[in-house]
């Protein structure tokens, strides 16, 4: 019996910037080595509503700030399901303009407050003099990482204690330009400023690949038989 590992890619026609995507396509072909096979259902504007816990794992990717917009006013429909699948340690993978929507809010270049999922206790406000954009290198649990990022957003963590960075910076600003860090960790949720994609870091793939097999298992083990 074939082995299918379900995905939700949330929002891909609009939120792909760099080539987020291939953090799918690398796990996608991860998963195929190990004899999964994947299928990726687009979660977008005018989809039907989804139930997340019927997937095995859920990817955001960055994008610009006007399609931020349009996208986080449809996505407040998804915010129940989201928060119960983050809340369950299921895993979940979101990228710049996705892990800013996770929090609370986004404050764009002319002040408009784009409201977030509110699953997260982080907030992002825009700076416009200085963009981060570069090479970047940091240091996690799994090693180190090599990226790109392309943001003006600053992201600031509201509750410390209960989200912990993704990594420590080495170059580049990750986060912000005051905390030294790049991303977020909150159960087997991933939020990042890593483009590249990130996933070309095979040693963060890895540990994704774990997880999601082991979502994959214990999802099958609760359906009714
Ligand atoms: N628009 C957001 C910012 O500039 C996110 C950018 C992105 O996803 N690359 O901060």
New binding site residues.
């Given amino acids: 019996m074939t082995k299918t590992i379900k995905i939700a890619y949330l929002y891909e026609d609009l939120m792909n910037?760099?080539g987020d995507s291939g953090d799918v396509k690398i796990l996608s072909y991860l998963l195929k080595q190990q004899g999964f096979t994947t299928q990726v259902d687009d979660v977008s504007i005018d989809t039907p509503e989804f139930n997340a816990q019927d997937y095995d794992f859920l990817f955001f990717g960055?994008?610009?700030?006007f399609e931020?917009t349009v996208v986080a006013k449809d996505l407040l429909r998804h915010k129940q399901t989201i928060a119960d699948y983050i809340e369950a340690s299921k895993p979940m993978l979101a990228?710049?303009?996705g892990y800013?929507l996770l929090g609370d809010y986004y404050e764009i270049s002319d002040g408009t407050v784009i409201k977030g999922l509110g699953i997260l206790p982080l907030h992002t406000i825009?700076k416009a003099d200085a963009r981060m954009i570069g090479d970047t290198e940091f240091e996690t649990e799994w090693g180190t990482v090599k990226a790109f990022e392309?943001?003006?957003?600053r992201t600031y963590f509201d509750d410390p204690e209960k989200l912990k960075p993704l990594g420590k910076m080495v170059t580049g600003y990750g986060n912000n330009p005051d905390d030294g860090v790049e991303g977020m960790r909150y159960k087997e949720t991933i939020g990042s400023y890593s483009?590249g994609p990130l996933l070309k870091n095979v040693n963060v793939a890895q540990a994704l690949v774990k997880q999601i097999i082991a979502n994959h298992e214990a999802r099958l083990a609760a359906e009714p038989v």
């Fill in positions: 910037t760099y960055g994008g610009q700030d931020q990228i710049c303009g800013q825009f392309n943001h003006s957003g483009h």
